[in-house]
């Protein structure tokens, strides 16, 4: 553990002092040649961007164990303007990739569904999204195919991107029950999307993405599709859609937004308490095989809204957010979840661009699957722990070092890892893993 701790602090370090350190095409520096490329770049229709994520995260107590990680990611984009490069009207070309180094926190020590960190994932240099969109109508209507990504769009709160657990980005039901936890980091995989202005308050959104991001008999799809090259377009599909209205509340107009949805999976699901013989998974009679389900769906819903502004006619204050989703019991780990969090900025003159969020996420395990461990109590004779939930609370800091780099503390509180899963350290396998708390620092480099 000392040794991962250390490499840690060594790798934050160096991270630290290159954000430190004058940058290539800063306000210092106006007239550096670089920026003056990558103005002249812009100008002609082709952008750059590149962000590194780097994070050094400790799990202090609880887990399956303690123990410290560091993981980065470094993602390199291009988002290139046809019309102006080429001369097709209202279409973008967009493209990027991942490379990931490091340890995950949770795979590893905390041994929780809600992963908490969004960056986590296997080391690898991956091609993450690579499509091209067509806006006609004026821009009402926009159509995009290619590899991508749904979690940017569906499901998702403006007020959510603060925060560092994944399921506050791509919600954890979601992540936890769909193939390959479906088109989100660090798998994107091909669709087609289609955005429509409705009318200045309506925006509808409509997807049909490939079912999965690797062979459907895959144990890892990270590992099944180690480089994101495997463009999959034969699996059953994933369909999603919902309804965005925008609208404002009170005298002072304070915007709010609700959103409503579903989505339909059309590959089979396993079931998740009966074997194909009918007979419990847990009974030594049974053949061991699940039964099998065909398709699968599930509804959410948004609701954001600002409560306050920091200043008249400011985008700055305080806002909320919550989201809730449900899916059969039968065939999914989570049946219900619900997440939600508050975030404040500018309250501070000093530093304007400061947040602090505090938001929590909670995903009841199915009664199916409770039903299993009751069947596991029953035929061992062991007091085997039947799941019921897990849920974290989150409270983080964003802080603007300079134009472009941020650091973030963050604290975790993991109550019932796994749903209250059992500690695969236990010997005895009848304990469950304890509740978890993270502490950690996140650095966010932008240029």
Known sequence: MSRVLTRAVMVFAAITALALAPVAGSADQPDDTRKDLRDRLADAGYQFSSTYIGEGLANVTGGMRTGAIYTGRLDLGTTIDLE?????????????????????????????????????????????ELWVEQKLLGGKLAVRVGQQASDIEFSDSQYDDIFVNSALGWPGITGIILPAGGPSPPLAVPGIRIKAALSDKITAYLALFDGTAAPPDADDAQIANPHGLLLRVNDPPWWIGQLKYKFEIGESRLPATITGGGWYHMVSFPDQR??????????PNSSGEPAWWRRNRGLFMVYEQQLARAAPGSDKGVAFFMRASMSPSDRNLIGAYVDGGFLFTGFSDAHPNDRFGVAATYARISDRARELDRDI??????????????????????????????????????????????????????????????????????Y
Do not use: C
């Not at 080429?86 to 990739?97: D, L, Y």
């Open 377 to 446: 109590q029953f035929f061992t004779g062991t007091p085997y722990p039947i799941r019921d939930y897990e849920a974290i609370l989150e409270i983080t800091y964003q802080h603007e070092l300079r134009p472009g780099v941020l650091l973030q503390p963050v604290f975790q509180y993991i109550a019932h890892p796994g749903g209250g899963a059992v500690n695969p350290y236990d010997p005895t396998q009848t304990h469950r893993i304890k509740d978890g708390v993270m502490v950690g620092m996140r650095t966010t480099i932008t």
């Open 84 to 128: 102006r490069v080429i001369g097709w009207t209202g279409a973008t070309f967009h493209a990027n990739m991942f490379q990931i180094h490091g340890d995950g926190l949770s795979r590893s020590y905390i041994g929780n569904l809600m992963l908490v960190s969004g960056i986590e994932a296997l080391s690898s240099t991956r091609l993450y």
């Open 274 to 283: 009966f074997s194909a013989d009918g007979l419990s998974l847990a009974d």
